[in-house]
């Protein structure tokens, strides 16, 4: 048991998860250098900041750009590297003008697609790799979508707590203007009725 597990903790691949914040008008990158059939992922959120939107742009060694977006909230992106180089990742807050960013992403980095050996040509390949490899992916995605779901838990609770903070301080506000306007009124009443005396 303990040898399966081992080979599951290696065949899992590298991922890297980051919180980072970028501030208005700034720009942060990435870099991963990879060989080419390389699997690779990115999974990003906006936690906090302004509208919860930020530009990206992946990019391949040759320059050309692979994935963009612009105001985006969150993406999910996977391919596979065509050539061997470093592959950028790019966010950015240029678009904003006083507000920085929090954005929560993940970058996956899969193996590179190997060759067949001389005994999985022959037919001894075994099946509990190829099902060990699926598992490992399975696994990663799982992890990805909890700490996504995760993340997502954590906004839209800032997000209820902030609308219970406004709503409660509207409800002080009109309760003050409610007796403000109570108090006038009786005021305004009492003078009304008043009965005024000649001397």
Not at 77 to 83: E, G, I, V
Request: with cysteine; proline share 2%.
């Amino acid at each position: 048991m303990n040898h399966i597990c081992f080979v599951i903790l290696l065949l899992i691949g590298c991922t890297n998860a980051y919180y980072m914040t970028i501030d208005a008008h700034a720009e942060e990158c990435f870099f991963e250098k990879v060989s080419a059939g390389t699997k690779l992922g990115l999974t990003f959120e906006v936690a906090e900041g302004g509208f919860l939107d930020i530009d990206f742009n992946i990019v391949g060694p040759n320059g050309q750009t692979i994935e963009s977006g612009e105001r985006v909230s969150n993406g999910k992106y996977a391919f596979k590297a065509d050539m061997d180089g470093v592959y950028t990742y790019c966010f950015s807050n240029k678009m904003s003008t006083m507000t920085p960013k929090i954005v929560m992403f993940t970058i996956d980095v899969g193996e590179p697609t190997a060759e067949l050996h001389p005994d999985a040509a022959n037919g001894n390949h075994t099946k509990l790799e190829e099902m060990i490899k699926e598992l490992s992916g399975a696994l990663r995605t799982v992890k990805h979508e909890q700490d996504y779901m995760n993340l997502r838990e954590r906004v839209h609770r800032t997000i209820n707590e902030s609308t219970n903070s406004r709503v409660v301080m509207w409800s002080f506000f009109e309760a003050f203007v409610l007796l403000t306007m109570t108090a006038g009124q009786v005021y305004y009443l009492k003078r009304f009725f008043e009965v005024r005396r000649v001397v």
